[in-house]
């Protein structure tokens, strides 16, 4: 029997910085619910919005996976490892922590806000040398299909991380149902909506809700609406 949870998107905890605001899935800096500490390999789930011409000053991190999807606008990223890139939104960005790392990221646009999730993992291996990654995602793939964007694999589609997880992103007509087949034994799902309504055995996620499912092989997705998620397969024991 699937085992699951369910986090509205209402229960979710908020951070107003003025020139950030956050909305964190799971207990992240002042936000902290002992129920809501990770899913499995996956720690931190913020939906930020960045303010025009504001950003993150630069911070260190370290034995971490940090990936950025950018929903919209863009951020100018800046690290110790000499680089500097611009990512925007259709494009997605790893960072492999490891030994250490001091990053800072800037909305360069003074005139929109920047969206994007910042997600971090529990990694396999530690202590690795700090990598950063970017990659333009294929923006003619097919809707209604399960797109690959992250996996453990360096020659797979999509980004690579030390941990084994697969991120898939999706853009379901209304009335779509397609079914998700878990890669390894042991982990699960957690399904993040970014648009949309969509049914997960049984249970109905409107925007912005998060759904994790594990001890099951496969579920089902179907759009109620037209929709978008992602959906973050990973390790529940690490």
């Not at 806000?113 to 793939?141: C, G, S």
């Amino acid at each position: 029997m699937a085992q699951t949870v369910v986090h509205k998107a209402n229960t979710r905890g908020v951070a107003d910085h003025g020139w950030l605001k956050s909305y964190q899935s799971f207990s992240f800096a002042g936000y902290y619910n002992p129920e809501r500490i990770n899913f499995g390999a996956l720690r931190v789930l913020n939906d930020d919005i960045v303010t025009g011409g504001m950003g993150f000053g630069e911070h260190p991190h370290d034995n971490m996976e940090i990936i950025s999807i950018p929903l919209e606008g863009e951020l100018q990223h800046k690290d110790s490892m000499g680089n500097t890139a611009t990512i925007k939104a259709g494009e997605i960005q790893v960072m492999s922590a490891g030994t250490g790392i001091y990053h800072s990221e800037y909305n360069p646009d003074a005139s929109k806000p920047a969206k994007f999730l910042q997600i971090w993992l529990f990694p396999n291996k530690r202590n690795v040398t700090p990598r950063y990654d970017q990659i333009l995602l294929d923006a003619t793939e097919q809707k209604n299909e399960f797109v690959q964007i992250l996996s453990p694999n360096a020659d797979d589609a999509g980004v690579w991380i030390y941990q084994d997880a697969w991120f898939n992103l999706a853009k379901f007509d209304a009335e779509t149902s397609k079914t998700y087949q878990l890669h390894k034994k042991g982990n699960g799902v957690y399904i993040f909506v970014l648009k949309g309504e969509v049914e997960v055995n049984g249970q109905v996620l409107e925007t912005r809700d998060g759904f994790g499912i594990w001890e099951t092989d496969s579920f089902a997705v179907k759009a109620i609406t037209d929709a978008e998620f992602l959906l973050m397969e990973v390790p529940m024991e690490f």
